[in-house]
């Protein structure tokens, strides 16, 4: 049974920087696509950036493009979020998701697995 923890979330300015850090346990995220998604307050949970792992990948929504870089690390089957340029509007709980296992692209679909999120609060 694949687990998924997520780490590094916090308080950052606007204009700062923050990386997310998603520890999968359990299962090798080799064949998976690894979403990160986030709610902010008073709003559905979205996709934000996805990384199939085998292919490398990514997809994101407009609105982080340029400024959000979803990773992975293979050796520690960890997955990053690293938010440069924070805006207010970036706040919300964050969580790791992951669809698998999948042959070729496994971004696009529902995902079966979930962190429990971590907050990240974007203010001066």
């Known amino acids: 049974q694949l687990q998924l923890v997520e780490s590094g979330g916090g308080l950052v300015p606007p204009g700062g920087s923050l990386r997310l850090s998603c520890a999968a346990a359990?299962?090798?995220?080799?064949?998976?696509?690894v979403a990160w998604y986030r709610q902010a307050p008073g709003k559905e949970r979205g996709g934000v950036a996805c990384?199939?792992?085998?292919?490398?990948?990514?997809s994101y929504i407009n609105d982080v493009k340029g400024r959000f870089t979803i990773s992975n690390n293979d050796a520690k089957n960890m997955v990053y979020l690293d938010m440069n340029n924070v805006r207010p509007e970036d706040t919300g709980i964050y969580y790791c998701?992951?669809?698998?296992?999948?042959?070729?692209?496994?971004?696009?679909?529902?995902?079966?697995?979930w962190g429990k999120g971590i907050q990240v609060t974007v203010a001066s």
């Open positions: 998701g992951a669809h698998g296992p999948r042959i070729g692209d496994a971004c696009g679909y529902g995902m079966e697995y």
């Open positions: 359990g299962v090798s995220l080799d064949y998976y696509g």
């Open positions: 990384i199939t792992v085998s292919t490398q990948l990514t």
